[in-house]
């Protein structure tokens, strides 16, 4: 079946369908007012009992259309008390997606009373492990916390009556496999549960698991053309290394207004540029595979409360980020897989609302791009590079120098790190002024002439 963003399955309402009241209770408070292609497709034969495998995107809201569906026919045949195997189980590859589909979860069960816990690594161990014992009807959780509480016998599989895997293609790229066959292998058999699988991609793979665990799914897909959100205004700019800061800047300083995310391919160019853009009167924090996820969710707060108007991102450290609102993404490297291409960018133009994707195309990463236009079955249109656009005059903190009039005690009793902005020094002449900075990505100081 094909999905389209602007056919008649947009404008089904959710009254129009077979949904428990309690439930709809639940869509009102979320505020959605007529189902999104996904949820007009697939709502109608997963509220049947169907299986389900899902080409969806994120944004889509492809939560939303799973969650509905488990809840009514969950009211519709209630259980009585919470055995040791939860009723649901919710597989996701990221502690951010578990978060997201737990919020979503909670505002659309409405005044249904079930109990649903999240776990997922990095915090409460014990806290999450007793609340399990305790009996659930919705577990959501990442493969490795699953399978260490289940391994605990802290809960059983036997008798779950719903699965869902999503972002199963996540699932395969970051190597979680096996994690997910062992959790599958100790489940209700395929045809005694509701099994859903919602995946970007729904490639050779996915579908061999497919077959392997469920029943018969019915498959629905998006159309090639639209492997892309058609809100998503894309464009591309070819560039030297050693502009890509400066292009960076001016891209900014073009649009000032908007909620930025910007990706990178390595975390050290993404420590770079959180310096960077501070320094350059950005506001801006990085997101990396190996920030303490204390610290990660109160960026991420910021960020989606609109503090914090600049967020960098590996593809990693992204993994399952849900954040409304993002105007642009900026491709600062171009991504080395065409799949992470259509992530990325699908983080802006979510629910409904435009965005623009920014890639900047350099000589390390340029190489990915005729897969990138490959996948997603279009050219990505070529932005001008003018002078204007690429700043080249800008600011970078630096370490405090190793020889420093600053006296010996003072110098270690306070800051590991200078604290002096801007290094640059100017030397002037009569047309022109010579700025004498480090370049961000070489780190050798250099020369730029800057006409007056
Ligand atoms: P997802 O694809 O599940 O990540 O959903 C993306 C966003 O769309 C989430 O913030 C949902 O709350 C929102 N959403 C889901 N369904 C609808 C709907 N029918 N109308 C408006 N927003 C929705």
Redesign the pocket.
């Known amino acids: 079946m094909i999905v389209c963003a602007s056919c008649i399955v947009c404008i089904v309402k959710f009254e129009e369908l077979d949904i428990h009241e309690k439930v709809l209770e639940g869509i009102k408070a979320?505020g959605?007012?007529?189902?999104?292609p996904v949820?007009a497709e697939t709502l109608p034969s997963a509220l049947n009992g169907k299986d389900i495998a899902a080409q969806a995107q994120?944004?889509?809201?492809?939560?939303?259309a799973f969650l509905i569906a488990i809840f009514s026919r969950m009211l519709n045949t209630p259980r009585a008390g919470r055995g040791r195997s939860p009723r649901v189980l919710i597989i996701a590859p990221t502690r951010e997606l578990v978060i997201q589909i737990d919020a979503?979860a909670k505002l659309l069960s409405g005044p249904s009373g079930f109990k649903i816990l999240p776990v997922y690594g990095g915090i409460d161990y014990i806290k999450q492990r007793d609340a399990i014992t305790q009996g659930v009807d919705v577990l959501i959780g990442t493969p490795g916390r699953l399978i260490d509480y289940l391994k605990q016998k802290a809960y059983s599989l036997k008798n779950t009556e719903f699965l869902v895997i999503d972002e199963a293609d996540r699932m395969f790229n970051m190597g979680f496999i096996s994690d997910l066959r062992f959790l599958l292998r100790r489940m209700s058999p395929y045809d005694k549960r509701q099994s859903m699988l919602f995946s970007a991609t729904l490639s050779h793979r996915v579908l061999e698991l497919c077959y392997e665990h469920m029943n018969m799914p019915e498959r629905f897909s998006l159309t090639p053309e639209t492997m892309t959100v058609e809100q998503i205004e894309q464009e591309l700019y070819h560039v030297g290394m050693s502009e890509k800061y400066g292009l960076l800047l001016g891209l900014l300083r073009r649009e000032p207004e908007g909620r930025y995310l910007i990706f990178c391919n390595t975390k050290v160019v993404a420590g770079r540029l959180e310096v960077f853009l501070n320094a350059n009167d950005f506001p801006t924090a990085a997101i990396t595979g190996d920030l303490h996820q204390n610290k990660r969710l109160k960026v991420l707060s910021r960020f989606k409360d609109g503090t914090l108007p600049i967020l960098v991102a590996t593809d990693v450290a992204s993994r399952g980020l849900?954040i409304?609102g993002v105007t642009h993404v900026i491709n600062f490297d171009l991504p080395q897989d065409s799949e992470d291409y259509v992530h990325r960018i699908g983080r802006t133009a979510?629910?409904g609302a435009e965005g623009k994707a920014i890639s900047l195309a350099c000589e390390d990463f340029v190489h990915s791009l005729s897969d990138i236009e490959d996948y997603i079955k279009h050219k990505i249109p070529v932005g001008l590079l003018t002078e204007e656009l690429i700043v080249t005059v800008y600011r970078r903190k630096f370490r405090q120098p190793k020889t420093s009039t600053v006296p010996e005690k003072r110098r270690y009793s306070t800051k590991k790190h200078g604290s002096s902005g801007s290094r640059m020094t100017e030397s002037k002449n009569k047309n022109s002024t010579v700025k004498k900075h480090r370049r961000p990505e070489s780190g050798k100081r250099t020369n730029r002439i800057v006409k007056k």
Do not use: L, P
């Open positions: 979320a959605f007012k007529k189902c999104s949820q994120t944004g889509t809201g492809k939560t939303a979503e849900h409304d979510r629910a």
